[in-house]
């Protein structure tokens, strides 16, 4: 039994013994598949539910493109062109809004809010064979979130299969393994992970082609934190992109040469203080810089993060070509290597996580019975 199945139905079983989820959903969020754009439904999970119905929408064009825009459907392609979920309102916390977040982009062609100027402080973009990852520093009061949360994981799954955000889909035309690097061809991504909070964000997509899609885009570690999930070497005020060796499975490590599976304990056990291992930072290489300006020139100056109407959408339903690798403003840098010991994030991090269970009383146990059987 591989590590992912066997972690998802140890999940499932402890959410029985301890707090279960009272709806399920059937399918799970991460195994739906759309065409983008034409093949998305209004709402995914539009049933009053669970924690159900979403509060957005997945349809979204030129008519939601604006700061008030609840649009539920991200698009994750290259350095400049990518979307981080965030509050749709605040300031508040990443624990008390995961199921709400909404897309923030930093191009006005999706149909969703734009993230502001400033907000992007640093961003280095990894390359690895079967994945991406963009690890950025973020002034995260611009997302509506408060300057001193810790924040959380959003990813499709969730306690309930429903994902955080409920019913938020993804989607790349920057995929490694799937033949879409057309700059107009998107794939949906059903394993991806983001982390944001203490001024940091990181989006990992993984492949859908790539059989350890699962594992690289491995999601029950949110309360160990992005250290150990998105190894980096990310510098604030730095703007690149790099080629990267693929990154050791999250939570899995090697001592005197046993492979060993970390498994994050229940929340209830009190705050994670030690790790029995440290992180190691993939190397990379042919790193190319940009300017800020270069990247971000077109982002709107808003004085609050929901300002309505602040930006106006010019795209129609489907988005125009991305600009794949920016043509501007690069400058070559050399390769890189490096492992670097991270220390855990301890209880207070990531308050909640992004498996908040706010579940509604009417489902049953059945539905934990069909999830342990959906994944042996």
């Not at 190319?288 to 077109?298: G, I, K, R």
């Not at 959408?313 to 991270?342: C, D, L, Q």
Request: charged share 10%; aromatic share 8%; with cysteine.
């Amino acid at each position: 039994m591989s590590r992912v199945t066997l972690s998802l139905l140890l999940t499932a079983a402890g959410v029985v013994v301890a707090q279960a989820p009272t709806f399920i959903c059937n399918p799970p969020l991460f195994s739906l598949q759309f065409d983008y754009p034409s093949g998305i439904p209004q709402q995914v999970e539009p049933q009053a539910q669970g924690r159900g119905p979403q509060s957005g929408y997945n349809v979204c064009n030129s008519t939601t493109q604006n700061q008030d825009s609840m649009c539920q459907t991200a698009l994750v392609n290259h350095i400049d062109d990518f979307c981080l979920w965030a509050p749709p309102t605040g300031p508040t916390s990443i624990g008390d809004s995961e199921a709400d977040e909404v897309a923030w982009c930093t191009q006005n062609k999706y149909g969703t809010r734009l993230i502001p100027e400033g907000t992007i402080t640093g961003i280095q973009l990894l390359q690895a064979p079967t994945y991406n990852m963009i690890f950025a520093f973020v002034d995260q009061t611009k997302l509506n979130m408060f300057a001193n949360d810790t924040g959380g994981e959003l990813d499709p799954r969730g306690a309930d299969l429903c994902g955080n955000p409920l019913g938020g889909l993804l989607f790349s035309n920057n995929l490694p393994l799937s033949g879409n690097k057309d700059n107009s061809t998107y794939t949906q991504v059903g394993d991806w992970t983001q982390f944001i909070g203490n001024g940091i964000a990181c989006m990992k997509w993984c492949d859908p082609k790539d059989p350890d899609a699962a594992n690289y885009c491995y999601n029950q570690l949110d309360r160990v934190g992005i250290d150990y999930v998105c190894p980096q070497n990310a510098q604030n005020g730095t703007f690149e992109v790099c080629e990267s060796d693929p990154m050791q499975f999250p939570g899995v490590y090697v001592t005197n040469g046993v492979t060993t599976s970390y498994t994050q304990p229940p929340e209830s056990l009190g705050p994670i203080t030690t790790m029995p291992y440290s992180a190691s930072i993939p190397a990379s290489s042919n790193c190319v810089t940009y300017q800020s300006s270069d990247l971000f020139a077109a982002l709107p100056t808003i004085s609050g993060a929901a300002t309505s109407g602040a930006s106006s959408g010019s795209g129609s339903g489907a988005p125009a070509a991305a600009t794949g690798k920016p043509s501007s403003g690069a400058s070559a840098s050399g390769s890189r290597t490096g492992s670097a010991s991270a220390a855990p994030t301890g209880g207070s991090a990531q308050p909640g996580g992004a498996g908040a269970l706010r579940a509604s009383a009417f489902a049953t146990v059945a539905s934990v019975v069909f999830a342990v059987a959906f994944f042996a």
